[in-house]
């Protein structure tokens, strides 16, 4: 069952790339994604409502990392869409106050569940077995309307399991905003603004590598006395070496879960210099 689900989910992602490629209309691609996610949603919660896992480890397996993969990609393009349609029309400046406004909305979430998003990040697991497994779900739900309709159904849900995807959603929506916000404050650039560089690089190892090596450059600080931003990086970094970042957050989140090493390309590329000074 479970090697079945994760078929599913990579299935699912990859057809949520398709989309991002088909579409440039963000209304249309966060529509066309979030209805993917939501099919995928109830029919995984049809397998699970009478499901009985054979072991604790694959029940948390399902509630810690699937189920909150396929819930963070619905409850992100759910929110991309509701912000999409709402934004205004008019000045640059009325967008600026409502992505800034938007960006406000998730600082409480974040503070409230700061805990769990420790735990999760830190990559711990001594409170799995309360925080995963659907026999000690918590009664208390999170006191919203969306909450309430996720965590109602006891039979496919934990305590857990829905924060841990909306904190997920919520880091991929802030990533959103900020390169939004970005964009509108470069404004049109002007006609004789044109790259006129002799060289032109392109990225030619993959797309996960480029994102290590941007969450690098973040974690370091290197950037604007470490004030840039992770989506400020990877918007330079995309045009600069010709490669499409796309959901860049979703390929940390890869990087994050390695079983073996979580920093390949830094790896890499140690290896090579201390290689090469060697040979000079």
Same mark, same amino acid.
């Given at each position: 069952?479970?090697?079945?689900?994760?078929?599913?989910?990579?299935?699912?992602?990859?057809?949520?790339?398709?989309?991002?490629?088909?579409?440039?209309?963000?209304?249309?691609?966060?529509?066309?994604?979030?209805?993917?996610?939501?099919?995928?949603?109830?029919?995984?919660?049809?397998?699970?409502?009478?499901?009985?896992?054979?072991?604790?480890?694959?029940?948390?397996?399902?509630?810690?990392?699937?189920?909150?993969?396929?819930?963070?990609?619905?409850?992100?393009?759910?929110?991309?869409?509701?912000?999409?349609?709402? $934004? #205004?029309?008019? !000045? @640059?400046?009325?967008?600026?106050?409502? =992505?800034?406004?938007? %960006?406000? +909305?998730?600082?409480?979430?974040?503070?409230?569940?700061?805990?769990?998003?420790?735990?999760?990040?830190?990559?711990?697991?001594?409170?799995?077995?309360?925080?995963?497994?659907?026999?000690?779900?918590?009664?208390?739900?999170?006191?919203?309307?969306?909450?309430?309709?996720?965590?109602?159904?006891?039979?496919?849900?934990?305590?857990?399991?829905?924060?841990?995807?909306?904190?997920?959603?919520?880091?991929?929506?802030?990533?959103?905003?900020?390169?939004?916000?970005?964009?509108?404050?470069?404004?049109? $650039? #002007?006609?004789? !603004? @044109?790259?006129?560089?002799?060289?032109? =690089?392109?990225?030619? %190892?993959? +797309?996960?590598?480029?994102?290590?090596?941007?969450?690098?450059?973040?974690?370091?600080?290197?950037?604007?006395?470490?004030?840039?931003?992770?989506?400020?990086?990877?918007?330079?970094?995309?045009?600069?070496?010709?490669?499409?970042?796309?959901?860049?957050?979703?390929?940390?989140?890869?990087?994050?879960?390695?079983?073996?090493?979580?920093?390949?390309?830094?790896?890499?590329?140690?290896?090579?210099?201390?290689?090469?000074?060697?040979?000079?």
């Amino acid at each position: 069952m479970l090697n079945s689900i994760k078929k599913q989910v990579s299935t699912l992602e990859t057809e949520l790339q398709k989309i991002e490629k088909q579409f440039n209309c963000p209304i249309q691609k966060a529509f066309n994604s979030l209805k993917l996610c939501s099919e995928l949603n109830f029919s995984l919660r049809d397998k699970i409502v009478g499901y009985s896992f054979p072991t604790p480890e694959e029940e948390i397996t399902f509630f810690k990392e699937l189920k909150p993969r396929v819930m963070a990609h619905l409850l992100f393009f759910t929110q991309v869409y509701n912000i999409e349609t709402l $934004l #205004p029309a008019g !000045s @640059e400046t009325a967008r600026k106050t409502f =992505l800034l406004a938007e %960006l406000e +909305k998730l600082k409480p979430y974040f503070e409230e569940n700061q805990d769990v998003w420790r735990y999760y990040r830190s990559g711990f697991t001594h409170w799995d077995d309360q925080y995963f497994l659907r026999k000690n779900r918590s009664l208390q739900g999170t006191g919203t309307i969306e909450g309430c309709f996720f965590e109602s159904d006891p039979l496919y849900s934990t305590c857990m399991d829905y924060k841990l995807a909306k904190l997920l959603a919520l880091t991929r929506l802030q990533a959103y905003l900020e390169t939004a916000l970005q964009n509108t404050n470069r404004g049109p $650039l #002007p006609p004789d !603004s @044109e790259n006129k560089n002799i060289f032109s =690089l392109t990225w030619t %190892l993959s +797309k996960s590598a480029m994102v290590e090596m941007i969450y690098a450059f973040y974690a370091a600080g290197v950037f604007n006395n470490g004030k840039a931003t992770v989506a400020q990086i990877a918007e330079c970094f995309g045009p600069m070496f010709n490669i499409e970042l796309g959901d860049f957050y979703h390929s940390f989140t890869e990087i994050r879960e390695r079983k073996i090493s979580q920093t390949k390309m830094l790896d890499l590329l140690r290896a090579a210099l201390i290689k090469k000074i060697d040979e000079l």
